[in-house]
């Protein structure tokens, strides 16, 4: 039987984040991708020019037709852009019991451009992060969320305390905007941390590397993977999307969709 799963997010014309990235990588996973855009932006390596959020309407419509007819298996959100449109997509996660719920809290892109609006925080804490089976942030947007300040490890461990107390049932800390050599994902269930270990690889093209992560552990939750398998194979899918660079673009590049495919890694 064929996975089916759904990314809720804003479209980026680069490609190479956003619904693109989280269609491509579903599509990598063997998992069927389907969409609810929130928001178009107008957007290539260098930066974002516009953001132009749909009417609340148009987002409701498309989760609506998706659950009359393509039930999701798995569903990842990326940016939401205000509080509005958090509420909506949160009342229509939790009527149509939708699980398998994966919140990659998309606040600011690479290049600085706004893409949740700080009214937002608090509908982001209160109603979106309880429907979480994993949250996904990265270091600023754990900050931002928590409160505190996560310049250390055990720090960002502190941080997945709170953030599962809000209400998601796993947490994942990235550690990509971190300052040791060494990188790592800290992986929380409410027990226990597993840290997933990496080498920093120096690039420019990491545009998009927090929605294809996400998107990854979707894809996998869809077919039936535990939390720490998907998150496993995450962390190996971007890693294999990062080092294999396409070298797209004059600014942060898109990564590499078909690499993980390539790469000895999981064979
Ligand atoms: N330079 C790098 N080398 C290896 N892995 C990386 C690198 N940068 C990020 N990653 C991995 O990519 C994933 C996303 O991490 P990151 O902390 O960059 O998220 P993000 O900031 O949400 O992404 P984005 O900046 O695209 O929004 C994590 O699994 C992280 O370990
Ligand atoms: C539509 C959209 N969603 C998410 C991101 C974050 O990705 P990044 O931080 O890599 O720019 C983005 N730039 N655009």
Known sequence: MVKKALTIAGSDSGGGAGIQADLKTFQELNVYGMSAITAITAQNTLGVQ?????????????????????????????MLFNSELIEAVA?????????????DPVMIAKGGAKLLQQE??????????????????????AEVITELSLHTIEARKKAAKVLHKLGAD?????????????????LFDGQSFVELKSTRISTRHTHGTGCTFAAAITAELAKGKTVEQAVKVAKDFIHAAIKDELGIGSGHGPTNHWAYRNAAVHS
């Open 120 to 141: 937002a925080i608090n509908s982001l804490r209160e109603t979106l992060i309880p429907l979480a089976t994993v949250i996904t942030p990265n270091i600023p947007e």
């Open 170 to 186: 796993y947490v994942v800390v990235k550690g990509g905007h971190g300052e040791e050599e060494e990188l790592v994902d800290l």
């Open 91 to 103: 009342n229509n996660i939790r009527e149509f019991n939708w699980g398998n719920v994966v919140i």
């Open 50 to 78: 516009g953001v132009y959020a749909l009417p609340l309407e148009a987002v409701i419509e498309q989760m609506n037709s998706i659950e009359a007819d393509l039930r999701p298996d798995a569903l990842k959100t990326g």
